[in-house]
């Protein structure tokens, strides 16, 4: 059974944020200390996988059904800049990080399947300036959009052991056109959902109203068979929790409830990203359910999962909401 078709039987949950967990495990002290490094958890990856091993493990744990690897900050372009790395040497990085996903989740032992989402993150992660959450990429066209992407899919389609790809935090819809173009161009034969980082729940981080995005991927859908087969869903994350359920509806308007949502935001993050080593964390556990009950209630919402400011606890709570609406329903 495919991903897809399983998310129709019932819903999953995804995992919670990696950079949080990491920077309450390492030191402000360590060479890998994450907290305004311009490769994040690759930070973490390079220097110790064993302890994004544990964070994938406690995230399975409580009860998480798909772990997202830590390539969001790790593409070619960036790996070339901030460590000198030729395409191998970035291949590997690759590898390592599914690979240490692919122990942690070796590691469950309650018999349950579990899936491996290949994490690629937008361009605005390699500018490094908070444009993930804004969409200002200055001149940057589609085309370098797509060169920019090109590697990390072909490498992800590739590897046995990645079961989905995730296209994560998209603000720009040139950056969705650039995916849309990059899938189809490669006959895609592996699922993948997209992702957008949103201003508000009716818009793009770049301002683009989300109407015509979702107009757009239900065209390609209608175009490709291949992209209609293996497209998930789209959905939003790395944005407020308090968008979501608006996000949901508006999307839910546009596209007549044919799209399936995944959704995993942040927990009372400030993403003003002015200065990247000052952001915070305001995380409310209480809310938190509320907004999970709340999700629940959407037919259309069937991956559910966390950002920033959430660790195993937000996903245990996740896991426990999922399940009691799955019993109540069943009944």
């Known amino acids: 059974m495919s991903i897809k078709e399983l998310a129709q039987k019932r819903r999953l949950v995804l995992d919670g944020a990696m950079g949080t967990q ?34 994938h493990r406690n995230y399975l744990e ?33 590898k390592i990080s599914v690979d240490t996903a692919k122990r942690a989740v070796d590691g469950v032992s309650d018999g349950g399947k579990r899936y491996i989402a290949g994490s690629i993150g937008p361009f605005g992660a390699y500018l490094a300036n908070g444009a993930e959450y ?27 052991d990645t079961d989905l790809i995730a296209f994560e935090t998209i603000p720009s819809f040139d950056e969705v056109k650039a995916i849309v173009e990059l899938v189809k161009s490669f006959n895609i034969s592996k699922e993948f959902y997209i992702c957008f980082s949103c201003k508000t729940s009716t ?11 979702i107009q757009y991927i239900l065209q390609q859908r209608s175009i490709s068979s291949a992209f209609d ?44 990203m002015a200065d990247v080593s000052q952001y915070g964390f305001k995380s409310n556990t209480e809310k938190w359910k509320d907004a999970l009950e709340q999700w629940c209630k959407i037919p259309t919402i069937r991956l559910i999962g966390s950002c920033c400011s959430t660790g195993p606890n937000e996903i245990a709570v996740a896991r426990q909401v999922v399940d009691e609406t799955t019993r109540k329903q069943d009944k």
């Not at 804004?134 to 046995?160: M, P």
Request: charged share 20%; hydrophobic share 35%.
């Open 203 to 213: 818009t793009l981080a770049d301002g683009t109203d989300l109407r015509e995005v």
């Open 134 to 160: 804004s969409g200002e990429y200055g001149d940057v066209g589609l085309g370098k959009l797509v060169e920019y992407h090109t590697e990390q899919v072909r490498f992800f389609l590739a590897n046995r």
């Open 22 to 55: 990491l920077e309450e495990i390492i030191p402000p002290s360590s060479p890998m200390y994450v907290k305004g490094s311009p490769l994040w958890s690759t930070e973490v990856l390079l220097g110790d996988p064993s302890i994004i091993e544990q964070v």
């Open 62 to 94: 409580k009860g998480a059904d798909i772990i997202i690897t830590s390539t969001y900050q790790a593409s070619q372009a960036t790996l070339a800049k901030h460590r000198g790395m030729g395409l191998e040497e970035t291949r590997n990085v690759w």
């Open 229 to 272: 087969q293996y497209l998930i869903g789209v959905g939003c994350n790395c944005v407020d929790f308090e968008l979501v359920t608006g996000f949901a509806n508006y999307v839910n308007e546009i596209s007549s409830s044919q799209l399936s949502l995944v959704v995993y935001p942040n927990l009372g993050f400030s993403n003003d």
